[in-house]
């Protein structure tokens, strides 16, 4: 069985401030793939970064970084510098033998 | 490419009615989901299909549901007969194969009202 949990249902915080939203997940494949996206009061979802299984090196992209831990199984997301239009919901997920799977997401809010 | 399609983007039905969402996944993908999402339960993977062929349907709640996939560029997922409980937004998405570990592409979903 697979499972994503999500523990931060909402965070609030003022611009500039860092966000940092947690992730942790529960598979027995050893092969698995990790995302976060994000869905914005429009309501698409919007794909932001992948880490596969095999890879904990963490990285930043632009005001975006990632914490993959394979031993704790998390994989948290850091928004640096937060901004008005980074205000929505974040979702991480794991694809784990083909089946996508989302936590329950956390809601970001972002006020001037 | 267009991106995951799905229509109707609104659906508004009076209980008891069948309905019907349709998804055309992207080009040359191969894995197609179908999500549903509420207030309550979040994003729920419903059932996903590999190859036209559906892998896991654990996620479907009841047997008024059931979805299709014909061919790789056409899914169905209909709801005989619909209740207001139904009501949420319903995402299809689409990606390529496991080996190559891309993102599940989302359509704009469609939100239905069962009245």
């Known amino acids: 069985a697979q499972k994503v949990t999500q523990a931060q249902t909402e965070i609030s915080v003022v611009e500039k401030e860092d966000v940092t939203l947690d992730c942790v997940y529960e598979?027995?494949?050893?092969?698995?793939?990790l995302f976060w996206y994000k869905q914005p009061p429009s309501g698409e979802l919007v794909f932001l970064i992948r880490?596969?299984?095999?890879?904990?090196q963490n990285e930043i992209s632009g005001r975006y970084s990632w914490n993959f831990q394979k031993s704790t199984s998390s994989f948290n997301f850091t928004i640096t510098a937060s901004q008005v239009v980074d205000s929505a919901v974040y979702f991480c997920?794991?694809?784990?033998?083909?089946?996508?799977?989302f936590g329950a997401g956390t809601q970001v809010v972002v006020t001037p | 490419d267009a991106g995951v399609i799905q229509s109707p983007r609104h659906e508004v039905t009076e209980m008891g009615q069948e309905v019907t969402l349709r998804c055309k996944p992207i080009?040359?993908?191969?894995?197609l989901f179908w999500y549903r999402q509420t207030m309550m339960r979040g994003l729920e993977l419903l059932i996903y299909?590999?190859?036209?062929?559906?892998?896991?349907d654990s996620g479907m709640p009841e047997d008024r549901f059931s979805a299709k996939m014909p061919n790789a560029s056409f899914s169905t997922l209909k709801i005989q007969p619909s209740e207001p409980r139904d009501s949420a937004v319903y995402f299809c998405?689409?990606?390529?194969?496991?080996?190559?570990?891309?993102?599940?592409?989302f359509g704009q979903g469609t939100r239905l009202t069962v009245v």
């Open positions: 998405a689409s990606s390529e194969p496991r080996q190559t570990a891309t993102e599940a592409f």
């Open positions: 598979t027995r494949d050893t092969t698995y793939y």
């Open positions: 880490r596969n299984s095999f890879d904990e």
């Open positions: 997920a794991l694809n784990s033998w083909g089946k996508f799977q």
């Open positions: 080009s040359g993908h191969n894995s």
């Open positions: 299909f590999n190859n036209n062929v559906p892998i896991d």
